[in-house]
């Protein structure tokens, strides 16, 4: 069943409303309203190359910085939001205003039941073009021994 445009308006606004209300849980250090937002099997993807968390995972990382109030505060500048033809499943990309400048944020919805929950969430950095040579030497001796681990697995 493709669902309609009328439907979809309101989708991206709760959409919209949730990612604003799951920034605003990491920023006041609310560990359950925060982890309340991804589904029970969802997965974290963060900026370290090794960071690609189960939500159980995920949690037990977080824990601390939420329980000392040291957690992150994004503020969404941009976003899109785009639906599959069943308007069941979304996925979106954003920019956001950090404490490490901009980042990129960007997942996957699902509908369950009659809310959405995050699938996965990919939190990248941006770098812009002029700076690549240097970020790339800065982050060589670390993840030229994770590419050889990775390669010979």
Known sequence: MKADAAKLEIERK???TLLDSFNEA???AEFESYFGYFAKDAIFIGTD???????????VWAKPHFDKKKTWDFKSM?????FDATGNTAWFDELLDSQMKILRGSGVLTKQGNEWK??????S????NDNVDAVV???SPIEDKLIKQ???K
């Open 78 to 82: 941009e976003r899109h939001i785009f």
């Open 118 to 123: 995050i699938q996965q969430y990919v939190l």
């Open 26 to 28: 990491a920023a006041n």
């Open 49 to 59: 190359a090794t960071e690609n968390w189960s939500k159980k995972a995920f949690k």
């Open 14 to 16: 709760a959409i919209n």
């Open 137 to 139: 030497k800065t982050k």
């Open 150 to 152: 990775l390669s010979e």
């Open 125 to 128: 950095m941006t770098i812009p």
